[in-house]
């Protein structure tokens, strides 16, 4: 025999789902909205439910919610540690009563949010690197912040970012390159240093409206750009002589990939590499995605410089350019190479201390 509570139990009971239905509920799917952002109101428990078609989803289930828009569920401590102060100064009621209807445990709703006392420092560097660095996302700040001294990781750095309103640059779409029918590609891919380098011109105007015409070369395993020449005209005779100085500086690599533009296909230039015993490596025409490396490379010079530099001067746009070319290779983070410059500056203890490490 099944034993019915006692009737006082049952009315104190249903008298508590009345108060709750009637004051905390509309409260509590007050706060709701507030954090979902603007919407519909979600209706009340009397009124019909709209239909998949008439919320405006389509035939699958699933499409739509069928009240025409869900309230957002109160997931986070945070969001219900808002909801049961809103309650609790709304009604009136205890924190106990409120937190026991919202299902937030009180030793959480009391828990005092700690900040820590490097964190105003953090977010001033992680700032000014931001406004330094305009085009930077929170993973590359966050390797600058170490190179400076900051014991810090991406997680808390992203926190903090999106916190301050920070916005991540946008990630540009992959481009599919060509392959053959075997599902190898046709593209030689760098070995080692000096195995392959590839270069390539790109256009821009000082503030006058005249032409600046610039000629980039980088190796494409270390990321290293080995120059970048800067004229108002660039023909095959300046890559002629670009070459040889990079060819005396560094040595001849093993291959060189361009596209198929004048300045690199003249005969002046084949003959040259050939005699070089040096590779030519010609891109399929209307391909760039087939020279990938210099392509991006080309694009972070015109977002992170050219976009944002209004040159005055040829002589002010080669300065500013080699500058950031210096950058470029010591400083900036490069993600391909786990968030490392591609030539970073080479250390030099004192000489004090190597005489005191020596005497040691």
């Known amino acids: ?12 009971s249903s008298a508590a789902s009345d108060v709750y239905k009637r004051q905390l509920l509309p409260l509590a799917q007050g706060i709701r909205g507030s954090e979902n952002g603007s919407g519909p109101a979600t209706q009340g428990f009397g009124t019909r439910e709209y239909s998949t078609e008439e919320a405006g989803g389509g035939p699958v289930v699933g499409q ?46 009391r828990r005092q949010i700690q900040v820590a006392d490097d964190a105003p420092r953090l977010v001033k560097d992680m ?15 966050t390797a600058l912040l170490r190179d400076q001294g900051w014991r810090v990781n991406h997680k808390r750095v992203e926190r903090l970012w999106r916190r301050e309103g920070l916005k991540v640059p946008k990630k540009q779409p992959k481009r599919r390159r060509l392959w053959f029918n075997d599902g190898s590609c046709i593209r030689l891919r760098p070995q080692y240093r000096d195995h392959v380098w590839t270069y390539d011109f790109v256009q821009d105007r000082t503030h006058d409206g005249r032409a600046v015409r610039m000629l980039t070369v980088v190796d494409e395993y270390s990321r290293e750009c080995l120059a970048i020449d800067v004229e108002r005209r660039l023909d095959s005779q300046d890559v002629l002589n670009r070459l040889t100085e990079l060819f005396t500086r560094r040595g001849a690599p093993k291959y060189i990939r361009s596209d198929n533009g004048s300045e690199f296909t ?21 391909s760039p995605w087939e020279n990938g490396y210099i392509e991006s490379f080309n694009g972070k010079l015109r977002d992170e410089l050219l976009n944002g530099e209004i040159f005055e001067t040829l002589q002010e746009a080669k300065v500013l350019i080699e500058q950031w070319r210096i950058h470029y290779n010591r400083k900036r983070p490069h993600s391909s190479l786990g968030y490392r410059p591609p030539a970073p500056e080479a250390y030099t203890p004192p000489a004090t201390g190597m005489i005191l490490g020596m005497a040691c």
């Open 64 to 109: 739509a919610d069928p009240r025409g828009g869900a309230a957002g569920k109160l997931l986070s401590p945070a969001k219900k540690r808002r909801a049961v102060e809103h309650v609790i100064e709304g009604i009136g009621v205890s924190q106990r009563r409120a937190c026991e209807v919202l299902e937030q445990p009180r030793t959480t709703q």
């Open 1 to 12: 025999m099944i034993r019915r509570p006692p009737r006082s139990t049952l009315d104190r």
């Open 127 to 141: 700032t000014r690197l931001a406004l330094q660095y305009g085009r930077y996302g929170y993973r590359r700040i």
């Open 266 to 286: 003249a005969k002046a230039v084949r003959q040259w590499l050939k005699r070089l015993k040096v590779g030519t490596l010609f891109i399929e025409p209307g």
